[in-house]
């Protein structure tokens, strides 16, 4: 396994900041069965004490669900660890964990009445409080599993060999499914670990979708094809009319399921306006296109002018190149943890959309700065060689997902390819 090797390698183990309280998304106490201290003042705290252990002998983190135990281990350096034993389970909860309700926003599911109590109150508080907006520019999904989990459904809109015409303009190009299991993976790879855990999945419409949907609006755009099969459209800004219909097999269709954050009630977020964020006009053009000079003003703009955030921006710019996606406008981070943490690598459905061509203005951020990280930079080198090729590596860990093949090879063979640019970029940037 080229997977298991590299993550043995040393530039996979470098040690992160010990972690400290404060450094913690969630304080649990292990005094009672289930209390959390958020962001902010918000406190939720079961009504009845507990021992440190349970009679089982176990902790009261011990009988948290896999997505609870994701959302506790959050801290200011990582979305996940390196060695996630959680990972494996998690993406399995992802791709089998029954679906008891959906819809294009996060509505609470019955509560059984043999929930234990800590179960109970901890959903009540999670599931009242996790209302996301529905709309967006395509159609998106949230599933609810019966321990409370949540996750967020990318039906499939196009094939694996399909490539998105040149002459489409990037904001008005299709949401891939699998551009999300993909990024997940490579995000992964990278060693950024940015991108919440995302598994492939064939969901039954009728049964998972339609019979036990609590969206009315959602409900309405659900037919029978002249083919026989079940199709939806749902709603939203694009690509949600009949003419763009999602239609199973007779029922069956793919889709990405990515584990849900932490609801923003519960962990505020912040969301940040990309520098380099394209203009989204048919003929007009950005700044950073116009001026060779930009990154100079942008060293000098908060939050770039200090820390390591200009430098986190290049890893997304890095991996943005490498799976051809034009659409970052906007990047998010915990509010808790100020200026001084990770971004959130979310929204990663419009790549892998090319692998026939490349675009050099992504990687306008690094060109123009001429900054990265060194242990970045190093792990770059480390995936162009043989032994740890990125396009071996990304195959390998996309071998395990339920829908694989996730990529169709052109794809990941495009990977070695742009991983070359982005090191010739840095070498013309260290010889400058």
């Given at each position: 396994s080229?997977?298991?090797?590299l993550?043995?390698?040393?530039?996979?183990?470098?040690p992160?900041?010990?972690?400290?309280?404060?450094?913690k998304?969630?304080?649990v106490n292990p005094?009672?069965?289930?209390s959390?201290?958020?962001?902010?003042?918000?406190?939720?705290?079961?009504?009845s004490?507990?021992?440190?252990?349970?009679?089982?002998?176990?902790?009261?983190?011990?009988?948290y669900?896999?997505?609870?135990?994701?959302h506790?281990?959050?801290n200011?350096?990582?979305?996940?660890?390196?060695?996630?034993?959680?990972?494996?389970?998690?993406?399995?909860?992802?791709a089998?964990?029954?679906?008891?309700?959906?819809?294009?926003?996060?509505?609470?599911?019955?509560?059984?009445?043999?929930?234990?109590?800590?179960?109970?109150?901890?959903s009540?508080?999670?599931?009242s409080?996790a209302v996301?907006?529905?709309?967006?520019?395509?159609?998106k999904l949230?599933?609810?599993f019966p321990?409370?989990?949540?996750?967020?459904?990318?039906?499939?809109k196009?094939t694996?060999d399909q490539?998105?015409?040149?002459?489409?303009?990037y904001?008005?190009?299709?949401?891939?499914?699998?551009?999300?299991?993909?990024?997940?993976h490579?995000d992964?790879?990278?060693?950024?670990r940015r991108?919440p855990?995302?598994s492939?999945?064939?969901?039954?419409i009728?049964?998972?979708?339609?019979?036990?949907t609590?969206?009315?609006?959602?409900?309405?755009?659900f037919?029978?094809?002249p083919?026989?099969n079940v199709?939806?459209?749902g709603?939203?800004?694009y690509?949600?009319s009949?003419?763009?219909?999602?239609?199973?097999?007779?029922?069956?269709?793919?889709?990405?399921?990515?584990?849900?954050?932490?609801?923003k009630a519960?962990?505020?977020r912040?969301?940040?306006?990309s520098?380099?964020?394209?203009?989204?006009?048919?003929?007009?053009k950005?700044?950073w296109?116009?001026?060779p000079n930009?990154?100079?003003?942008?060293?000098?703009?908060p939050?770039?002018?200090?820390?390591?955030?200009?430098?986190?921006?290049?890893?997304?710019?890095?991996?943005?190149?490498?799976?051809?996606?034009?659409?970052?406008?906007?990047y998010?981070?915990?509010?808790?943890?100020?200026?001084?943490t990770?971004?959130?690598h979310?929204?990663?459905?419009?790549?892998?959309g090319?692998h026939?061509?490349?675009?050099?203005?992504?990687?306008?951020?690094?060109?123009q700065?001429?900054s990265i990280?060194?242990?970045?930079?190093l792990r770059l080198?480390?995936?162009?060689?043989?032994?740890?090729?990125?396009?071996?590596?990304?195959?390998?860990?996309l071998?395990?997902?339920?829908l694989?093949?996730?990529?169709?090879?052109?794809?990941?063979?495009?990977?070695?390819r742009?991983?070359?640019?982005?090191?010739?970029?840095?070498g013309?940037c260290?010889?400058?």
């Amino acid at each position: 396994s080229k997977l298991a090797a590299l993550f043995k390698h040393p530039l996979y183990n470098i040690p992160i900041p010990e972690v400290t309280e404060k450094d913690k998304l969630f304080v649990v106490n292990p005094m009672e069965k289930f209390s959390l201290h958020s962001s902010g003042s918000e406190e939720w705290v079961s009504s009845s004490k507990a021992e440190a252990l349970l009679p089982t002998g176990k902790t009261a983190y011990d009988t948290y669900p896999t997505w609870l135990k994701f959302h506790v281990g959050i801290n200011r350096y990582e979305l996940y660890p390196r060695q996630d034993p959680l990972m494996p389970t998690l993406l399995q909860d992802l791709a089998t964990q029954k679906v008891v309700s959906s819809g294009t926003t996060s509505l609470p599911a019955p509560l059984p009445a043999a929930l234990p109590r800590r179960w109970l109150l901890m959903s009540l508080i999670l599931m009242s409080l996790a209302v996301q907006k529905s709309g967006g520019t395509q159609l998106k999904l949230i599933m609810t599993f019966p321990n409370y989990g949540q996750a967020l459904f990318k039906p499939m809109k196009q094939t694996r060999d399909q490539e998105t015409p040149a002459d489409f303009f990037y904001f008005s190009d299709f949401e891939r499914h699998n551009a999300e299991i993909a990024a997940f993976h490579l995000d992964r790879i990278l060693d950024f670990r940015r991108i919440p855990p995302v598994s492939g999945r064939l969901v039954n419409i009728t049964k998972e979708i339609r019979d036990i949907t609590t969206d009315k609006k959602l409900a309405k755009t659900f037919f029978i094809s002249p083919a026989g099969n079940v199709c939806f459209y749902g709603v939203c800004s694009y690509y949600c009319s009949t003419e763009h219909a999602l239609c199973g097999k007779p029922d069956l269709l793919e889709g990405s399921m990515a584990a849900l954050l932490p609801d923003k009630a519960l962990a505020k977020r912040r969301s940040w306006r990309s520098p380099w964020r394209r203009s989204y006009h048919k003929s007009k053009k950005a700044e950073w296109e116009l001026n060779p000079n930009y990154c100079a003003q942008v060293r000098e703009t908060p939050p770039y002018d200090r820390g390591h955030r200009l430098l986190d921006l290049m890893d997304m710019t890095v991996l943005d190149f490498l799976m051809g996606n034009m659409d970052r406008h906007h990047y998010e981070t915990f509010e808790k943890f100020g200026n001084d943490t990770f971004l959130l690598h979310l929204d990663n459905g419009r790549g892998f959309g090319t692998h026939s061509r490349d675009e050099p203005s992504i990687l306008a951020p690094l060109q123009q700065c001429c900054s990265i990280k060194k242990s970045t930079y190093l792990r770059l080198q480390l995936l162009a060689t043989k032994p740890y090729r990125l396009s071996d590596l990304l195959r390998e860990a996309l071998a395990t997902d339920p829908l694989s093949p996730v990529l169709a090879e052109p794809h990941l063979q495009a990977l070695d390819r742009r991983l070359e640019k982005v090191l010739a970029v840095v070498g013309h940037c260290l010889a400058r």
